[in-house]
């Protein structure tokens, strides 16, 4: 059965402090892994999506990796509407959700 | 991107009572919808995916009876929650992908609408 596992559980950060988000999956034959942002009380927002290991993608202060077996979330010098809960969904005959990382983002 | 709604945002009912849900596709035709609930701090639980023109695909464990799904044309979905109980209050989103992005439609993201938030009393 695939799995996407998220880590850690809840992250805090000083506005400026780069850090990353993990997402590991086992899938055999994952046929692509997304990340979203979701915001208390709202659905989940579209961020990347990536197919192959190496593959890359950017959007301002964001920027998702992929390996075989991780992918990375890498956010730079956030400020505090960066703050939300990040998820990543990945599989190979259905796509299925991590729990989720909980990112705040202090002044 | 593509746009996704749902209505109503949120809505508190009596126990016994049904409630529909809607899920629309605003600027494009999405042949395949999800149905996703969500308990607080829990991730997204897909429930069933919708096929327009035919019946929807329930997950294992989802009482098919219980949450009917109508996929009537490519750009509206319905849930609804039938004989509502305390124990189904939850947060339920709908999302759709948008096949004229790619000619693979599975590795198409998915757009998810803002949410619903039911409420039995």
């Known amino acids: 059965e695939d799995q996407v596992t998220q880590s850690p559980e809840a992250l805090r950060l000083q506005e400026g402090e780069s850090s990353s988000l993990n997402c590991s999956y086992t899938v055999s034959g994952l046929r692509g892994l997304f990340w979203y942002r979701q915001d208390p009380g709202k659905g989940p927002e579209f961020l990347f999506t990536l197919y192959s290991a190496g593959e890359e993608k950017e959007k301002e202060r964001l920027k998702a990796t992929l390996t075989k077996k991780e992918s990375f979330l890498h956010i730079t010098a956030p400020k505090p509407e960066d703050s939300a809960t990040y998820l990543c969904?990945?599989?190979?005959?259905?796509?299925?959700f991590g729990k989720g990382t909980k990112l705040t983002v202090n002044p | 991107g593509a746009v996704v709604s749902q209505h109503p945002s949120w809505v508190i009912c009596k126990s016994g009572t049904s409630v529909k849900i809607e899920c629309r596709s605003l600027d494009f035709q999405a042949t395949t919808m999800f149905w996703y609930r969500q308990f607080p701090k829990q991730s997204l639980m897909l429930m069933a995916t919708s096929n327009e023109g035919s019946k929807a695909t329930y997950e294992q464990g989802v009482e098919k009876d219980k949450f009917l799904i109508n996929h009537a044309s490519l750009t509206l979905s319905t849930l609804t929650v039938t004989s509502a109980h305390p124990e189904d209050s939850s947060f339920y989103i709908c999302?759709?992908?948008?096949?004229?992005?790619?000619?693979?439609?599975?590795?198409?993201?998915?757009?998810f609408g803002p949410g619903t938030r039911l409420t039995v009393l």
């Open positions: 969904q990945g599989g190979s005959e259905k796509l299925v």
């Open positions: 999302s759709a992908r948008d096949p004229s992005t790619s000619g693979r439609a599975f590795r198409n993201e998915q757009f």
